[in-house]
């Protein structure tokens, strides 16, 4: 999620890789519990910035569902049935299923 204001700027790319990291371990949490809470002051720095629809764009874009807690000093991520519901009939729908 780089800004799309001129140039990416070294900051830009350090969050992008942050934000990085932070999927992964979403990711590598939510396959083996039902949820990941985020708390790492590092973490946080790259999620900090979204605003509510960025996070929940966010999120469902991997398939998840987020809440911010505690003022913006924990996140909650949720695999996210719905999204999985969305795609089978879309697929279904398409003659893929």
């Not at 590598?28 to 629809?53: D, G, N, Q, W, Y």
């Not at 929940?56 to 924990?74: D, L, P, Y």
């Amino acid at each position: 999620m780089l800004p799309t204001r001129g140039r990416a700027t070294k900051d830009d790319l350090l969050m992008s890789e942050n934000l990085a990291a932070v999927v992964a371990k979403i990711s590598r949490v939510l396959a083996i519990k039902p949820e990941c809470f985020i708390t790492h002051p590092a973490e946080l720095l790259a999620l900090k910035p979204m605003s509510k629809a960025e996070l929940n764009e966010f999120a469902a874009e991997h398939g998840w569902r987020a809440i911010r807690r505690v003022g913006g000093r924990q996140f909650e991520f949720y695999n996210d049935v719905s999204v999985g519901e969305n795609l089978e009939r879309r697929s279904m729908r398409a003659g893929f299923g």
